[in-house]
């Protein structure tokens, strides 16, 4: 009876060996990818695209001359119109966690009147913008989710009714804002988002009928919906 039974578990033994040593060897590459490339989207790498959106926003008014002491209230200005431009950024992806860096420069049009007075006496035009800011968002298969802010500039250049258009001023601030992105497929990926300006006072030198006077806008501030398209590298 012993050497059947001892006969049988030599013959277990024979066949579980190859199948552990095909267990051992033979495993699924897949089981050591990160969890992001599981999920079938890598996020990570450079990408370059364009967009397009609206924009509204406005600023306080004010105007110094040389007969009156510091600045003189001169109403609001209100502004609104289209913008389009295009956008570069990198980021690098660890599991769910999206980081990157980003910037984007617009042309815009961008006319507001000091509602103030009637007609176009002062006015203000933003031609273009620009940003430069950080990226952080969290990932899920083709979907990603994000949160940026960073520095901001603008072109702003101040008008007013007989007097020469003055040279164009650059204001400084920030940018903050959110966004949804959507992987599509051949490395394309698209974009909405939102963005809010912030911009420090700018001050304008102006010339009326032969007497100078300083326009100061105060706090300029921008909101921007906007889509976009970009193709990953």
Same mark, same amino acid.
Request: hydrophobic share 45%; proline share 3%; charged share 15%.
């Given at each position: ?33 990160? +969890? ?17 959106? #609206? ?61 103030? =007075? ?56 920030? +940018?903050?804002? =959110? ?14 988002? #939102?963005?809010? =300006?912030? =911009? ?34």
């Amino acid at each position: 009876m012993a050497r059947p039974i001892l006969a049988a578990m030599v013959l277990a033994g024979s066949l579980a060996a190859p199948a552990m040593a095909a267990d051992t060897f033979l495993y699924d590459p897949s089981s050591l990818r990160p +969890a992001y490339a599981a999920d079938g989207t890598d996020w990570s790498g450079a990408y370059l695209g364009v967009q397009a959106g #609206y924009g509204w926003g406005g600023n306080g008014n004010d105007w110094s001359g040389t007969t009156i002491t510091g600045w003189a209230p001169d109403g609001d200005i209100d502004y609104s119109g289209l913008a389009g431009g295009t956008y570069a950024g990198y980021q690098q992806q660890m599991d769910n966690l999206v980081f990157g860096l980003e910037a984007d420069l617009s042309l815009a049009r961008y006319h507001g009147d000091d509602s103030q =007075f009637a007609g176009r006496v002062n006015a203000v035009d933003i031609d273009a913008f620009a940003s430069l800011r950080g990226r952080l968002g969290w990932a899920h298969d083709t979907l990603l989710l994000y949160g940026t802010a960073g520095l901001a500039a603008a072109r702003f250049t101040k008008t007013d009714i007989g007097a020469p258009a003055a040279d164009a001023q650059l204001a400084t601030g920030w +940018a903050a804002g =959110f966004g949804a992105e959507l992987a599509l497929a051949d490395h394309w990926r698209l974009r909405a988002e #939102y963005l809010h =300006f912030g =911009f420090g006072d700018v001050e304008t030198p102006l010339v009326v009928g032969g007497a100078g006077y300083r326009h100061r806008a105060n706090a300029p501030a921008l909101d921007l919906v906007r889509a976009g398209i970009a193709y990953a590298f």
